[in-house]
């Protein structure tokens, strides 16, 4: 028996079709700009959608990198889809990154919930990793971050 590439005929998706495929399904993405890049991977969008994504990955990328990736899409503990990633290829540097305008959830930090990754602001008191706002009873954390958070 002779293990086969997993990759062959693997049908080719856009980044917001991910999220309704089953744990493991094998994965290709093309065509999307990496927009953060954090300890454990990097963030992903997808332009046209406005989709974003976690690429759980060593590639060595930079913010504004087009990029294709090879892998398969997984759930994390939040029930947030990403994908863990066997191969990603740099298509193109130096894109533009556009982001969204950040939805402050300070004021509704308790009540908050998200169905994908959005980007979101908090104002409070930093300690350490998390982020605690007078009056509420949930924090919120930050994880996964490069570099020192003071």
């Known amino acids: 028996m002779q293990a086969g590439d997993k990759y062959r005929d693997c049908k080719e998706y856009k980044l917001n079709e991910l999220r309704a495929l089953e ?30 994504m976690y690429m759980q990955s060593n590639a060595n990328v930079n913010i504004g990198d087009k990029i294709s990736a090879k892998g398969t899409k997984e759930t994390d503990m939040q029930s947030l889809a990403y994908m863990a990633c066997d191969e990603v290829q ?13 939805v402050d959830i300070s004021d509704n930090i308790d009540k908050y919930n998200s169905s994908d990754r959005t980007f979101i602001s908090v104002s409070g008191i ?17 994880s996964d971050a490069c570099g020192k958070l003071n």
Do not use: Q, R, W
């Not at 930093?126 to 930050?142: C, M, P, R």
């Open 23 to 52: 744990n493991g399904h094998v994965v290709s993405v093309n065509g999307i700009t990496v927009s953060a890049i954090t300890n454990g991977g990097f963030m992903v969008g997808d332009m046209e959608s406005g989709y974003n």
């Open 90 to 102: 740099t298509v193109s540097t130096g894109n533009a990154v556009t982001y969204p305008e950040a």
């Open 126 to 142: 930093l300690d350490g990793n998390k982020v605690t706002i007078a009056g509420a009873s949930f924090s919120a954390s930050i």
